[in-house]
């Protein structure tokens, strides 16, 4: 099993800037992808941006150019820089790690004011 635990979310004006992080313990030998989701009130989740264990990224539309996931080996953590961010950005953010299933974190507040 995977242990996650996000932090860094909070409140930022439109056009500021957050760094998301993601603590990753347990069987982490095994993790495959680690991704960043979202899911804003009354929308479905989505992916916003992953990491294969090589280091390839994919990041959606929305974010791409703003945004950038990374990941510390040594620290067994994973990133997601977000800049420029925009009001459409508020949401819970969640970190998920792809083992032979998906682990989930709990999630942290992103909320970006106009």
């Known amino acids: 099993q995977v242990q996650l635990v996000e932090s860094g979310g909070g409140l930022v004006q439109a056009g500021g800037s957050l760094r998301l992080s993601c603590a990753a313990s347990?069987?982490?030998?095994?993790?495959?992808?680690m991704g960043w989701y979202r899911q804003a009130p009354g929308k479905q989740r989505e992916s916003v941006a992953r990491?294969?264990?090589?280091?390839?990224?994919d990041y959606v539309d929305s974010v791409k150019g703003r945004f950038t996931i990374s990941r510390d080996n040594a620290k067994n953590t994973v990133y997601l820089q977000m800049n420029n961010l925009k009001p459409e950005d508020t949401a819970i953010y969640y970190c998920?790690?792809?083992?032979?299933?998906?682990?989930w974190g709990r999630g942290t507040q992103v909320t970006v004011s106009s």
């Open positions: 347990g069987s982490i030998f095994s993790i495959n992808a």
């Open positions: 990491i294969s264990s090589a280091g390839s990224t």
């Open positions: 998920a790690a792809d083992l032979k299933v998906r682990y």
